[in-house]
T-cell receptor, first 114, second 111 residues
Framework: KAGVTQTPRYLIKTRGQQVTLSCSPISGHRSVSWYQQTPGQGLQFLFEYFSETQRNKGNFPGRFSGRQFSNSRSEMNVSTLELGDSALYLC?????????????FGEGSRLTVL | EDQVTQSPEALRLQEGESSSLNCSYTVSGLRGLFWYRQDPGKGPEFLFTLYSAGEEKEKERLKATLTKKESFLHITAPKPEDSATYLCAVQGGGATNKLIFGTGTLLAVQP
C-alpha cells in the first residue's frame, strides 16, 4: 500500500513569489491535514480537509490556502512568500473517521525562501 | 489555549540505559494523546494513542503512560536504532483531526 506522497520534495523560491505544494493521500483516506514544521516552533497545524471541505484552519495568515479534490488529493498554496515561510511542509492523511489522531505523514516538502 | 510541553529537549543515552521522556499538556476536553517518532528527513510515524488517565500502551522497548496532566514515554534498554525525535501531540474537543504538537525530544542512543 503506497504511503502519502508529497511533491516537490525540495524547492527554492524568492520573496514575493508564490508556491503550490501537492499531496496524494493513502488510497481510501478522505482526510488530509497540512502542518508546517520549523526548528523553533515544531509542527504547527495549517488546515484540514475532509471530502473536499475545509474542516479546520490554524492560525496562519490568509496567504496560506489549500484545497482538496474529489479524489482526495490536496494542494496548499502560499502567496507572497516571506523569509519566515521557510520550513518543512508536511501532509498527513487519515481514514477520515471523525476524531482520529492516527495520522500518516508524507516525507514533506522543504521550502527555502531567499 | 491548548498547549503541549516536552522535556527534555535532548537526551543522550548509552545502549541499554533506560529512561523516560515527559509530555505535559493543557487541553480542553482531551480526546486523545499521541506519540510519534520522527527520523531525520522523514515525516512523523505514529506510535501510540492514549485516551484516558491510567492507560498504558507498549511496543517493543517503548511504553507510554498517561495521567490527567502528563504522559511519559518509557524506553527500556534502548538500542541505537531507537535514536530519533519523539513527538507528543494532543487532540482536543471538536469534530476534527487537528493535533497540537510539542516540540519534541531528540533522543540519541550511543552503542
Amino acid at each position: 500500500k503506497a504511503g502519502v506522497t508529497q511533491t516537490p520534495r525540495y524547492l527554492i523560491k524568492t520573496r514575493g513569489q508564490q508556491v503550490t505544494l501537492s499531496c496524494s493521500p493513502i488510497s481510501g483516506h478522505r482526510s488530509v491535514s497540512w502542518y508546517q514544521q520549523t526548528p523553533g516552533q515544531g509542527l504547527q497545524f495549517l488546515f484540514e480537509y475532509f471530502s473536499e471541505t475545509q474542516r479546520n484552519k490554524g492560525n496562519f495568515p490568509g496567504r496560506f490556502s489549500g484545497r482538496q479534490f474529489s479524489n482526495s488529493r490536496s494542494e496548499m498554496n502560499v502567496s507572497t512568500l516571506e523569509l519566515g515561510d521557510s520550513a518543512l511542509y508536511l501532509c498527513a492523511s487519515s481514514s477520515g473517521t471523525w476524531n482520529t489522531g492516527e495520522l500518516f505523514f508524507g516525507e514533506g516538502s522543504r521550502l527555502t525562501v531567499l | 489555549e491548548d498547549q503541549v510541553t516536552q522535556s527534555p529537549e535532548a537526551l543522550r543515552l548509552q545502549e541499554g540505559e533506560s529512561s523516560s521522556l515527559n509530555c505535559s499538556y493543557t487541553v480542553s476536553g482531551l480526546r486523545g494523546l499521541f506519540w510519534y517518532r520522527q527520523d531525520p528527513g522523514k515525516g512523523p510515524e505514529f506510535l501510540f494513542t492514549l485516551y484516558s488517565a491510567g492507560e498504558e500502551k507498549e511496543k517493543e522497548r517503548l511504553k507510554a503512560t498517561l495521567t490527567k496532566k502528563e504522559s511519559f514515554l518509557h524506553i527500556t534498554a534502548p538500542k541505537p536504532e531507537d535514536s530519533a525525535t519523539y513527538l507528543c501531540a494532543v487532540q482536543g474537543g471538536g469534530a476534527t483531526n487537528k493535533l497540537i504538537f510539542g516540540t519534541g525530544t531528540l533522543l540519541a542512543v550511543q552503542p
